[in-house]
């Protein structure tokens, strides 16, 4: 970056030393374009920080993100069988307090924190298609039929 900041300096002295403004239509166009190139390197810098700061940001977003799920969903993804390492596996011991739900899109079968059913205005969704398994304004879990009669269906995943 501080390479082009110097390269577009030097150019623009070189404009203002030969006087390309005054050198007619030609002279014009090029101290015209010097001048777009300073600006444009000044944008670069500042979206370039802009992505500096994103990076950090998206970085806690992520770490928050890992903290929620270690906090709702119980297991980890150490089965050596099978290489989906997104997919959490749940062990038999610490199911206590957890409800087990079968998404009816995915039919992947996925555990729910207990509580979190008696909460007002929470959806719970399936975390490996994103289908909704349970609406607590409607207090039901959603089935398959619910699922194709209110419009969740597979063109929406």
């Known amino acids: 970056m501080a390479d082009l900041r ?21 002279g014009k166009i090029l ?11 000044l944008d670069v810098e500042e979206v370039q920080a802009n992505q500096l ?3 950090e940001y998206v970085e806690e ?5 890992m ?3 270690e906090d709702v969903y119980v297991g980890t993804s150490e089965d050596e069988d ?14 206590e307090g957890y409800i087990e ?5 995915c039919l992947q079968d996925s555990l729910y924190n207990e509580a979190l059913f008696d909460e007002e205005g929470i959806q719970l969704s399936c975390p490996h298609c994103g289908n909704i398994v349970f609406d607590s ?13 209110d419009g969740f269906d597979e063109e929406y995943l």
Do not use: H, W
Not at 31 to 41: D, G, K
Not at 101 to 105: I, Q
């Open 6 to 26: 110097r390269k577009v300096s030097y150019l623009s002295g070189m404009a203002e030393r030969y006087d390309l403004a005054d050198q007619g239509r030609q």
């Open 31 to 41: 101290a015209e374009m010097v001048q777009v190139l300073r600006e444009l390197s």
């Open 53 to 55: 700061e994103l990076e």
């Open 61 to 65: 977003i992520d770490s928050d993100l």
């Open 67 to 69: 903290t929620l799920e």
């Open 82 to 95: 099978d290489d989906d390492d997104d997919d959490l596996r749940f062990e038999e011991d610490d199911n």
């Open 101 to 105: 739900l079968e998404c009816p899109v």
């Open 137 to 149: 304004d409607e207090d039901c879990i959603v089935t398959d039929d619910q699922a194709d009669e």
